[in-house]
């Protein structure tokens, strides 16, 4: 599915247009999307915040979830765990997520936050199947 499919059947939510989140690539259970740093997800210390990290890792697992579904909206985060490596104090970031598990009533996503060749952040998911 390309990123223009995605967005006409409103994946791209209006808090991820205000993150900056920019969805690369969605398909067959795998989605890769792109965050560039600016002053706006600074936290008090200057780096990237947390928030705004875990908020790209789930949506890009969102989105690797619904595209099981032909990119519709079917599934919501029961949990997710974050492994958060490196601070981000600029530049761009690529996360990448993917479907581990695809059942009828939960499914379980693991997803990596890259800065280049830096491994920045991991995490792992289930989301439950509506």
């Given at each position: 599915?390309?990123v223009?499919?995605?967005?006409?059947?409103?994946?791209?939510?209006?808090?991820?247009?205000?993150?900056?989140?920019?969805?690369?690539e969605?398909?067959?259970?795998?989605?890769?999307?792109?965050?560039?740093?600016?002053?706006?997800?600074?936290?008090?210390?200057?780096?990237?915040?947390g928030?705004?990290l875990?908020s790209?890792i789930?949506?890009?697992?969102g989105?690797?979830?619904?595209?099981?579904?032909?990119?519709?909206?079917?599934?919501?985060?029961?949990?997710?765990?974050?492994?958060?490596?490196?601070?981000?104090?600029?530049g761009?970031?690529?996360?990448r997520?993917?479907?581990?598990?695809?059942?009828?009533?939960?499914?379980?996503?693991?997803?990596?936050?890259?800065?280049?060749?830096?491994?920045?952040?991991?995490?792992?998911?289930?989301?439950?199947?509506?």
């Amino acid at each position: 599915m390309s990123v223009r499919e995605v967005e006409a059947v409103g994946s791209s939510s209006a808090f991820g247009r205000l993150l900056g989140l920019e969805i690369v690539e969605v398909a067959n259970g795998k989605a890769l999307l792109r965050l560039t740093m600016h002053d706006g997800l600074r936290n008090l210390h200057g780096k990237l915040h947390g928030g705004a990290l875990f908020s790209l890792i789930d949506t890009a697992m969102g989105q690797a979830s619904h595209s099981l579904n032909g990119g519709e909206p079917n599934s919501v985060t029961l949990e997710c765990k974050v492994n958060y490596i490196r601070p981000v104090t600029e530049g761009e970031l690529t996360c990448r997520a993917w479907v581990v598990h695809g059942g009828r009533r939960t499914q379980v996503l693991e997803a990596e936050v890259q800065q280049g060749e830096k491994l920045v952040a991991k995490a792992q998911a289930t989301f439950s199947v509506i």
